[in-house]
């Protein structure tokens, strides 16, 4: 078969909805592709592990305590189940993490702001986790087989994650009025950044025609940006909270609520390293992986032992 | 058979799960490698939960007793206000509204986290304590507690494999792995003794049937670590003098700071529901 | 970076849950060895209770058929449709079968 010919009869699966598995044919650019955006999600489950993280010692209930230790372990797992399914395309887990380390790799960027309050263990779950959800159902249809199979997985388990988020804010939004307040300026902080978690407008995204081509993506930034607004704007008046902006208003010709345009010079910005918490996130990471460095050497060194007094 | 002494018995017991499981969770994010995260969260996800059962049995122990019997329980003015004034009383209120003095947790669950090594040292003398514990509780007379230790036991036989696997691999995998292990468990030994000094709580829980004398367990305890460090080649702890009070409210430095940053939530805004 | 060939080897996991009959593939993990990655796989895939029995076998030993020759190898069962129970025409009254 000639290159032509390959190339033709993948696109033509891809096209059929037939996945492509590690051992197919893939264009180069495709490998690449996924490997960035696979690597850079399991980055991103793990280091979006450290802004709730935070919270576990200071939860105020032993129910709420649990059951974020549950989502941010849950967390961790998804991490993993990415880089699983990223080392079927050619790289391997410790070659992901040194370019997440070293800065070559990126995660998102909402985990770049800080969790001040414990309203914002509500807010994260609601939204962040409620963005993300958008973005990741339709991947659970991607073209690639153990990128999408992962993502089956990793839908499971979230919706759990969102409503316990829900849950917290609803806690709140019903309480006291300081709890209501605390709840209200969770809102008013996470609402941008949770909109631009969907990415630079459409005008601006260069890769995403060839990613939608193959079937990486399936719809636009502003397509699943818009879906979410629609959504979370009822979800917030059944908090009986007020609008974090105020020109959120339904526009009956679009059939969809209209909001303010984004401040992209600050999405710039935290995706370039100038976010409240870029260097300290990394830092811990780095940290965590420096530090366990004589662990893993160790455990390596007892499994070699091992193999050697079995063979004697 | 006074319900005080289930009470307090009871407490104890919650106390020693919430504080190691707060320590463990702390690694959250942190481990030196993903696959080890899971597995300790998993396991403060255990105590946690033990220590939910716990302090729910205590709750409710407190909400049947005579308003006479309950006067003077606490030296924690929020929560024995609430006691006095017929507040129904959660696992909350206990975890979150008592002061160090108050609590009844061995001084070795509220060690620091230290590296690896030292969190492996804490929860292999811990854990394996725990098993003999439970195993010898579920046959208390209080069923309450009984049920609790078999559901208990059933974890704490993962947590004993977890911690004790690791003991051994780092005891013999690299030379400087080795050196941290032997470090650790020498820095920690000192804290083994307390778990076995039975104190008037346990004693007097003895008497009615309900509680373990502890003291009994510290052969087969003795054994079963020196079994798992010697497999690990390493050397057995000494200890000149082994450290006490957690059992009895005199707790180190420590625990001050870790309920400053476990309840501060709770006393900043107190008598809200999260 | 100091351990890029100290890495923990992939090992895969399967995993046969209590109402299950065959062990199904979950995914996979790393650990330095096999009693790690069972218990590791304990922690990771089935930490809603979904397993029962658990093998892990390390990637590299996995070996798998070829896609390419996907035709050649699987193909031919297609013709025989008799093997599918759907193609026999049976009466209505016939239970249990």
């Known amino acids: ?312 | 058979m006074s319900s005080i002494t289930t009470l307090k018995y009871t407490l104890q017991l919650a106390d020693n799960v919430l504080i190691m499981g707060q320590r463990l969770a702390a690694w959250c994010g942190k481990g030196p490698v993903l696959e080890q995260d899971i597995a300790l969260t998993n396991i403060s996800l255990d105590q946690i939960g033990q220590a939910r059962s716990l302090y729910q049995y205590a709750a409710l122990i407190i909400n049947n007793m005579p308003a006479a019997d309950k006067a003077h329980l606490f030296n924690a003015p929020l929560l024995q206000e609430k006691i006095n004034n017929q507040h129904t009383i959660t696992e909350d209120d206990l975890a979150y509204l008592r002061d160090a003095w108050d609590f009844r947790n061995c001084l070795l669950v509220e060690q620091e986290n230290g590296d690896w090594a030292y969190t492996v040292a804490r929860s292999f003398f811990f854990d394996r304590f725990q098993y003999l514990l439970y195993a010898a509780l579920q046959k208390s007379m209080d069923s309450t507690l009984a049920a609790i230790a078999e559901k208990s036991l059933k974890e704490v036989q993962y947590h004993i494999k977890w911690a004790s696997e690791w003991v051994i691999r780092l005891g013999d995998g690299t030379a400087i792995s080795k050196e941290k292990m032997q470090q650790a468990l020498q820095a920690r030994w000192e804290y083994t003794g307390e778990l076995f000094a039975m104190n008037a709580i346990e004693q007097a829980a003895m008497q009615a049937n309900i509680g373990v004398d502890v003291s009994s367990l510290q052969q087969a305890y003795q054994q079963q670590i020196e079994a798992i460090v010697n497999e690990a080649s390493l050397q057995m702890p000494t200890a000149a003098w082994m450290q006490t009070g957690g059992k009895n409210g005199v707790h180190t430095e420590h625990l001050g700071y870790m309920l400053a940053e476990m309840q501060y939530l709770q006393r900043a805004y107190p008598n809200m529901e999260w | 970076m100091s351990n890029e060939n100290k890495e923990w080897p992939l090992w895969e996991v399967f995993i046969r849950s209590k109402a299950g009959l065959d062990h199904k593939h979950a995914g996979s993990l790393h650990a330095a060895d096999a009693q790690m990655a069972i218990e590791s796989a304990r922690d990771v895939y089935t930490r809603r209770m979904e397993g029962i029995s658990i093998w892990v076998v390390e990637s590299k030993h996995i070996h798998a058929s070829n896609p390419e020759e996907a035709a050649a190898f699987f193909d031919p069962a297609q013709d025989k449709i008799y093997r599918h129970p759907t193609f026999y025409n049976l009466p209505d009254e016939l239970k249990h079968m």
């Open chain 1, 1 to 312: 078969m000639t290159q032509v010919s390959f190339e033709a009869s993948f696109q033509k699966k891809i096209d059929e909805e037939i996945m492509i598995e590690p051992q197919d044919y893939m264009p180069d650019e495709y490998r690449k592709t996924l490997i960035r955006q696979i690597s850079q999600h399991a980055h991103s489950e793990i280091v979006g592990m450290l802004p709730e993280a935070n919270w576990i010692t200071r939860a105020p209930s032993l129910r709420r305590k649990a059951v974020l230790l549950a989502k941010v372990q849950d967390e961790g797992g998804h991490g993993l189940y990415l880089y699983s399914a990223a080392e079927t395309l050619g790289i391997t887990r410790d070659q992901m993490l040194h370019q997440l380390h070293t800065g070559a790799a990126k995660y998102s960027s909402i985990f770049n702001y800080p969790t001040i309050t414990w309203a914002d263990m509500g807010a994260i779950g609601w939204l962040v986790d409620g963005a993300a959800i958008m973005n990741q159902v339709p991947l659970c249809r991607t073209s690639y087989g153990p990128y999408a199979r992962a993502m089956v997985r990793v839908c499971k388990e979230e919706s759990f994650h969102q409503r316990q988020g829900y849950e917290i804010m609803l806690s709140l939004a019903k309480g006291t009025p300081v709890q209501k307040q605390m709840a209200q300026d969770a809102l008013n902080r996470w609402w941008a950044p949770a909109l631009m978690m969907f990415g630079p407008l459409d005008a601006v995204s260069p890769n995403t025609a060839k990613s939608m081509e193959w079937r990486i993506k399936r719809f636009t930034n502003d397509e699943l940006r818009q879906r979410f607004i629609d959504v979370t704007v009822e979800q917030i008046r059944i908090l009986g909270l007020e609008l974090p902006d105020a020109n959120i208003k339904w526009n009956e010709e679009r059939g969809h609520y209209d909001s303010s345009e984004l401040n992209w010079d600050e999405f710039w910005n935290v995706v370039k390293g100038n976010g409240p918490c870029n260097k300290e996130r990394l830092a811990t990471r780095v940290k965590a992986w420096e530090d366990g460095a004589w662990v893993r050497e160790a455990a390596s060194a007892y499994a070699e032992k091992r193999k050697t007094k079995k063979a004697a």
